[in-house]
């Protein structure tokens, strides 16, 4: 009769110790780093936060999987690399898994499988998606052991494309793709998300974006009501309704602001300077700064604007910003404090290929905000 029992394979020993390499472990998992991010989720609670704001109308008699556990198993899916709630299928029964969502990893019963997940992300209300939402602003203000002197918020679009016929997807011609265009907010200090928010595939209006942020700093305010907060963003948000909002209720801001004939008109004797500087030292490139106040028709009065003016070999090349800071030079304005935002768009880009934040493929847009949630919450 064969002998199907397999012979160890031995090591060279280390450190005088003997080492084996065998193949009856029994059931293993390869994501072990899930016990971790388990201990980081149950020291921050979102997965209980969250399910407290979604009416469960079940039986509790007849309730395997709590609401807690299947967004739980689902933030430590995606936060591991699984986006796609058909994953949990298999992950269901993989033992680190279970271990991580309180479950032994033999006895214990297996976690949700993908119709369950589905079902409850399409489960809450407009009103509960709302304080899912909020619940994300509330998480970043607890990340601080106390409240701050100063917050800077960098707020940004991004493109995420879709490819069916979701609620709210919409073509945009400068992408060439149906898709939304989701806003994202990060505290860039501590490289925190502090709200994302699914919207159409479109270029946010002005009183789109002063609604947006008016309701973001009153839920920051309710945690931190002397902190001071500032608004920074490229030219998308650098609109009139959003610059006299911030104005009226003490927020600083510095935004982007493109280029149009009038600035060129008052910047044109600061660049002509830079122009001839340049070609008297002949060098390859020369950079210099200007400030002046500039008062755009829609706006009603005129704003503090510097510009970063840099002449080279290819021409002339002029990039302004707008505040209602009154500190700071011209060059500290645009190179140090407006040209940080860079790293908001770095923020974005591990949002959506670390955790694939854009794989909104719900048909319903309130599900795909629930998605954005979770998302949000493995980034946390």
């Not at 198993?73 to 986006?83: D, F, K, S, V």
């Not at 009103?127 to 052991?145: K, T």
């Not at 925190?192 to 839920?219: D, N, Y």
């Amino acid at each position: 009769m064969s002998d199907d029992n397999v012979a160890p394979f031995l090591f060279p020993a280390v450190g005088r110790k003997k080492v084996t390499a065998a193949f009856d472990g029994g059931r293993i998992t390869s994501d072990g780093g899930v016990m971790l991010l388990a201990a980081a989720e149950r020291r921050l609670g979102m997965a209980d936060c969250l399910a407290r704001l979604i009416a469960d109308p079940r039986n509790p008699l007849f309730v395997t999987h709590s609401v807690a556990d299947i967004l739980r198993a689902r933030m430590l899916a995606i936060a591991c690399g699984y986006e796609d709630a058909d994953d949990l299928d298999h992950l269901r029964t993989d033992p680190g898994f279970k271990l991580a969502c309180g479950r032994l990893p033999d006895s214990g019963r297996d976690l949700c499988s993908q119709p369950t997940v589905s079902r409850w992300e399409n489960a809450p209300t407009l009103r509960e998606v709302v304080r899912l939402s909020y619940a994300m602003v509330d998480a970043y203000c607890a990340s601080y052991p106390r409240q701050p002197v100063a917050v800077t918020l960098d707020i940004d679009d991004t493109v995420d494309v879709v490819h069916g016929h979701q609620q709210l997807s919409l073509f945009n011609a400068h992408h060439d793709e149906r898709c939304f265009m989701p806003i994202h907010v990060y505290d860039i200090a501590t490289s925190r998300p502090v709200a994302i928010l699914l919207r159409p595939g479109k270029t946010p209006s002005g009183h789109e974006v002063r609604c947006h942020v008016r309701r973001l700093i009153r839920r920051i305010r309710s945690h931190w009501p002397t902190t001071k907060l500032m608004i920074r963003g490229d030219g998308h948000y650098g609109r009139p309704e959003v610059m006299a909002w911030c104005e009226a209720n003490t927020v600083d801001y510095i935004f982007g602001l493109p280029g149009n004939a009038a600035l060129s008109r008052l910047l044109e004797e600061a660049a002509d300077d830079v122009r001839v500087r340049r070609a008297e030292a002949q060098a390859p490139v020369l950079r210099r700064y200007a400030e002046i106040r500039y008062g755009a028709k829609s706006w009603g009065c005129k704003r503090r604007v510097s510009a970063r003016i840099e002449a080279t070999t290819l021409g002339l090349d002029i990039r302004c910003v707008v505040t209602n800071l009154r500190t700071g030079s011209a060059e500290w304005l645009y190179d140090t404090l407006y040209c940080a935002r860079g790293q908001a768009e770095n923020l974005i880009k591990l949002h959506k290929g670390q955790l694939a934040s854009d794989r909104t493929s719900c048909r319903s847009a309130l599900a795909n905000q629930v998605r954005l949630v979770l998302h949000t919450a493995a980034y946390l």
